[in-house]
Every structure is written in structure tokens, then in C-alpha cells.
């Protein structure tokens, strides 16, 4: 027994020194400090004018036009002694029970209930997108990435075009809803790696603050995602038996989800099938469900932000800047240029192909009516037919793009020279096809 033990030890030791998780080791002291630091640093630089200008509003489209006088009335309600469900800025007043968009239930919107200045709204994206960011590494990490690669996913998924796009937007409930995909996979992960009850209740605690952001789309789309990811996930690592397993802790998952969540979020499913059903009798089902699809020409904006679009122009109308945030996909040359060195480097392995294939799926779903998958989906798949924007679907691809980012770091760092030779001469031709590539500019 003493032997087993200093064997275990020196594993965990020999673990803590290459800073490699394990499955039965707890995740912090798994984890490189300056990593982390990192993280902090280079998110308060991406968000700097926020700090360096504390009394100046963040411009966001929708911050503007809608969440300002919505936070004020809230504001007012909770000082008047009264719980904001009234939402008196649209229509004459409206009950806000079963509007996810107020987001009276997240927990950093009560942020605004101490004060209504608009410049709030700074620090709370700043907020959730350094959250985001930390959640992409805690689910590297978990999957064994090195802190190098870990720190690169995080920031190449919390800090891409796409984010950049909706923080633009000003998209309050929808943006950290999708910051909040890192965490579910985190939670699902951790409850793969050692399966007990009390982390399928964490996964579904996890889901229930994520449905409180707001956006019923994008918990929609994680918990579809959440499902094939732990069938598969369980599968690969075991069979079906393991598999069997692992649904039926995702199912215990759920029930805490829809308990933990219930007052909130049936009026909410309530709402959706309500307006989802209307639009269909209206005749405008799959045009309503494919509306903001993305274009096979958006596509060349994975290597160049603003191909065929013209930059984006604050305090012009969404129209004028063409809602290009609903197609907005740029992960940055080097998040591509090491999404490549792993399909080099490592074509084979079940994370290159795993994500690899989850990436392109995206890709192709988010061109919504631009092709048959995406009608197939609406046909076939529950619940698909209900939200529209298929183009938003490019977060996916985004996550998956930077996950790959980081395992190719990983991989890169410890190829031989020759290897790493070839891997640069694929980066160099794609930041030339980047760099010379004809833009066409389309006019709003």
C-alpha cells in the first residue's frame, strides 16, 4: 500500500512539473500561475479604453438602442422597492415574464441595479468575455493541452472577430450566453473524467446560469452540442457501456437544470414555441429560421476581417453597417496558421479530427439557406426550426478553430526542426493568399 502511494505521488508530482492535468488531480494545481496572469493581462489590454476612460460609454448598437433605458427602468423599479418585472421602455410597458433580453436573473446584470450609469456596461462585457476566456482554458486544460497552447485557445476564442462583432452589436444577452459554451464543455468534462453525481448537478448549475444570459438560441445550440459531446466523448473512452453511463449522468444533469431553472425558464420555452409557431403560420418558417444566413463569400472572412463588407461605422444604423456581426467569423491568421499545423503535424489524431470535423459542420450549418444541411437540420432535428441566424453558428467553428490553435501550438513546440519547417511554409502561403487576395466591397 505505501509503495502504491509513493508511486501515485510521483506521478502527480512528475504531472505538476510538466503541467499536465489529471483526470483525479485537482485542476488547480494543475495549472501554470504566469498562464493564467496572462490571460488577466492581455484581456485588461483588449478592454484598456475601458479602464484608461472610466467615464465614457462603450459603444454598442444595441447598448444604445435598447439596454440603456432598460437598465434605467430596472434601476428605478429596485429603488422604488419594487423587482424589475415591468419593463415600461417598449410597446406602452410590458411584463418582462418570459422576455429573456431583460436578464433580471443574471447574476452580474444586478451590476446595474447599484447604478444605472451606462458606463457599467464596459466592465460587465469586459466581465464576461475575461469569464469566457477563462473557460476556454479550463477546458484545455482539461483535455491535457499544455498552458501555452491553453492561453492561446482562450484568447483566440474570447478575443476573435466574431466577439469583436457582437460586442459591436452591443448584443448583451446574446454574447455572453455564447461566452459561456467553454464552461459547459468544462463541466461536461470534468463530469466524463470522473462520473458522480454531484458533478452532473455542477453541469446542470452551470446550465442554468448560462440560460439566465439571456439568449434561449444559444442554450438551444450548447445543450445540443452537450449531448452529442458527452455520447462521443464517453464512446471513444469506452464503449457504449461507458457511454450508457455517461448519458445517464447528463440526464441528471439536465433535471437539475430544469428544476434549478424552472420559475425562469418555462415561460421562457413557453414564449419561444409562441413566436416560433406564429412564424410559421404566418408562411415565413424557414425564411424566418434563415434569415442572417451566412454566405459562401463570408467565408473568406475566416482570413481577412472585412472581405467584401466595409469596416463597420459607429453611430451608423445596423442596416448602414449591413448587421455584419451576424456573419462576422475572423479567428486570426495565427488561430488558422496553428489549426494547420496540428492537421499537419498530428492528421490522425482524435482531437484533430474530433474538432476538425465539428468545425467544418459549423461552418456549413451557419450558411443556413446556402445549403441542404442546414435544411435538413430544420426539417429533421427538434427545436431547429425555431430561431433564426443561422450565421451565429460561426462561434462554433470559432471554438473548435482555437482548440485546435492550442493543440497545434502544443504539437509545433515539440516537432523536430524539419516539421516545423513545412508547418511555417503553410503559414507563410496562407498569410500571402490573406494578404493578396481581392476584397470586392459590397455597399450597405
Not at 503541467?19 to 492581455?42: D, E, K, Q, R, Y
Not at 440603456?68 to 423587482?83: I, S, Y
Not at 455520447?231 to 430544469?258: E, N, T
Not at 470535423?357 to 451557419?366: C, V
Request: charged share 15%; proline share 6%.
Amino acid at each position: 500500500m505505501g509503495t502504491r502511494r509513493t508511486r501515485k505521488s510521483e506521478e502527480r508530482a512528475e504531472r505538476k512539473r510538466r503541467g499536465v492535468a489529471s483526470p483525479t488531480m485537482p485542476i488547480a494545481s494543475a495549472h501554470p500561475a504566469w498562464s493564467f496572469g496572462a490571460l488577466l493581462l492581455i484581456s485588461a489590454f483588449f478592454f484598456r479604453d475601458v479602464f484608461l476612460h472610466p467615464t465614457e460609454m462603450l459603444w454598442g448598437s444595441d447598448l444604445v438602442r435598447l439596454h440603456t433605458t432598460l437598465k434605467a427602468a430596472q434601476f428605478a423599479a429596485v429603488h422604488d422597492g419594487r423587482f424589475p418585472l415591468w419593463d415600461p421602455t417598449a410597446f406602452a410597458g410590458r411584463s418582462i415574464v418570459g422576455d429573456p433580453v431583460a436578464g433580471v436573473l443574471n447574476p452580474l446584470a444586478w451590476s446595474f441595479w447599484i447604478t444605472s450609469s451606462p458606463v457599467m456596461f464596459g466592465y460587465y462585457l469586459w466581465a464576461y468575455v475575461t469569464l469566457g476566456a477563462i473557460g476556454m482554458w479550463l477546458w484545455m486544460r482539461w483535455l491535457n493541452a499544455d498552458p501555452m497552447g491553453s492561453l492561446l485557445a482562450a484568447i483566440a476564442f474570447a478575443f476573435s472577430g466574431r466577439t469583436a462583432g457582437h460586442l459591436f452589436a452591443g448584443h448583451l444577452e446574446l454574447l455572453p450566453g455564447m461566452l459561456c459554451l467553454p464552461w459547459v464543455l468544462w463541466a461536461s468534462e470534468r463530469l466524463l473524467q470522473r462520473r458522480s453525481v454531484g458533478r452532473a448537478i455542477v453541469l446542470g448549475g452551470v446550465l442554468c446560469i448560462t440560460a439566465t444570459m439571456g439568449s434561449v438560441q444559444s442554450l438551444y445550440w450548447h445543450m445540443r452540442l452537450l449531448a452529442a459531446y458527452v455520447r462521443i466523448r464517453a464512446w471513444r473512452g469506452g464503449g457504449w457501456g461507458r457511454a450508457r453511463s455517461a448519458i445517464a449522468l447528463l440526464v441528471v444533469a439536465a433535471g437539475a437544470f430544469a428544476l434549478g431553472g424552472m420559475a425562469w425558464w418555462l415561460p421562457v420555452v413557453r414564449q419561444t414555441l409562441l413566436l416560433s409557431a406564429r412564424a410559421g403560420e404566418s408562411g415565413g418558417g424557414y425564411d424566418f429560421a434563415t434569415m442572417a444566413s451566412a454566405a459562401p463569400s463570408d467565408l473568406a472572412r475566416l482570413i481577412w476581417p472585412f472581405a467584401g463588407i466595409r469596416p463597420p461605422v459607429p453611430f451608423a444604423s445596423d442596416p448602414e453597417n449591413g448587421f455584419f456581426w451576424e456573419s462576422a467569423s475572423y479567428p486570426g491568421l495565427v488561430t488558422l496558421a496553428l489549426a494547420l499545423a496540428l492537421i499537419v503535424l498530428r492528421p490522425k489524431d482524435g482531437r484533430t479530427i474530433g474538432f476538425g470535423l465539428a468545425a467544418l459542420l459549423a461552418l456549413d450549418l451557419s450558411l443556413g439557406r446556402n445549403t441542404p444541411l442546414y435544411r435538413l437540420a430544420y426539417d429533421v432535428v427538434p427545436g431547429f426550426a425555431m430561431f433564426r441566424a443561422p450565421g451565429r453558428l460561426l462561434f462554433y467553428a470559432n471554438l473548435f478553430l482555437a482548440a485546435m490553435a492550442g493543440f497545434g501550438l502544443g504539437e509545433l513546440l515539440r516537432a523536430s526542426p524539419g516539421r516545423r519547417g513545412a508547418v511555417a511554409g503553410v503559414s507563410l502561403i496562407l498569410l500571402a493568399i490573406a494578404l493578396t487576395a481581392p476584397a470586392p466591397v459590397r455597399s450597405a
